[in-house]
């Protein structure tokens, strides 16, 4: 069975412009999250989704936000990128009840200048 | 406020030496616990995981952790390391319901041949 994918791997963007990340589920996995991993604050929620529906959201600003399809792959939007916004994101799938082990992918490394 | 601290930044150890990396954590009530392993480049795996029951918990490649709640700890451990157990590791707590983990900061253990 295929890995959770995250495209792009790297990403360079500058300050003002916004970014997409996308991630795909391992299949038949309903629940997707995502974390942001910086060296200063480590790795922090961002927000998880389920059958397309957020359903749960970490203390991140508005200009975070991300959204999921019916074939469970889900997208990341950063608008508005600031120079603190370079991280490592990292998306994680699972079957969706809170004991299913989240599996990660390898994460997209976004750089802004 | 809850939290997770894993008190080494760095941890070096000589392959064959047994291994303890300590996490402790503050939580209102007992949350669910999870250890990491991150290698260069890669996205997160997961090495075990506790819920509930019996406080010692195998994980995989020869890990284990001890739930201990008079001391809101939760310590991995290996009886003896190989070259490549080299990696970063994170211990985690999560609300019960949710996927909104907390992590620590992380143990960066370097093995020594």
């Known amino acids: 069975k295929a890995g959770v994918t995250q495209t792009p791997r790297y990403l360079i963007k500058t300050r003002g412009q916004q970014v997409t990340l996308s991630c795909s589920p391992i299949s038949g996995h309903r629940s997707v999250s995502w974390y942001q991993q910086t060296p200063g604050q480590g790795l922090q929620f961002l927000f998880e989704y389920f059958s397309e529906t957020q359903r749960n959201k970490g203390n991140f600003p508005g200009r975070f936000s991300g959204r999921q399809f019916s074939n469970s792959r889900s997208e990341m939007n950063v608008s508005t990128l600031e120079l603190g916004d370079s991280a490592l994101y990292l998306c994680?799938?699972?079957?969706?009840?809170?004991?299913?082990?989240?599996?990660f992918g390898p994460g997209t490394r976004l750089t802004v200048l | 406020a809850q939290s997770v601290t894993q008190p080494d930044i760095h941890i070096t150890v000589s392959e064959g030496a047994s291994l303890e990396l300590r996490c402790n954590y503050s939580y209102g009530a007992t949350p669910y616990l999870f250890w990491y392993v991150q290698s260069p480049g890669q996205g997160l795996q997961l090495l075990l995981k506790y819920f509930s029951g019996d406080t010692l918990v195998q994980g995989i490649k020869g890990f284990e952790a001890e739930f201990k709640r008079s001391q809101s700890s939760f310590n991995l451990r290996k009886p003896s390391v190989h070259w490549s157990d080299a990696a970063e590791y994170f211990c985690?707590?999560?609300?019960?319901?949710?996927?909104?983990?907390?992590f620590g900061t992380g143990t960066r253990l370097k093995v020594l041949a």
């Open positions: 985690a707590v999560g609300p019960p319901g949710t996927y909104k983990y907390i």
């Open positions: 994680a799938s699972s079957l969706g009840q809170d004991t299913d082990t989240q599996y």
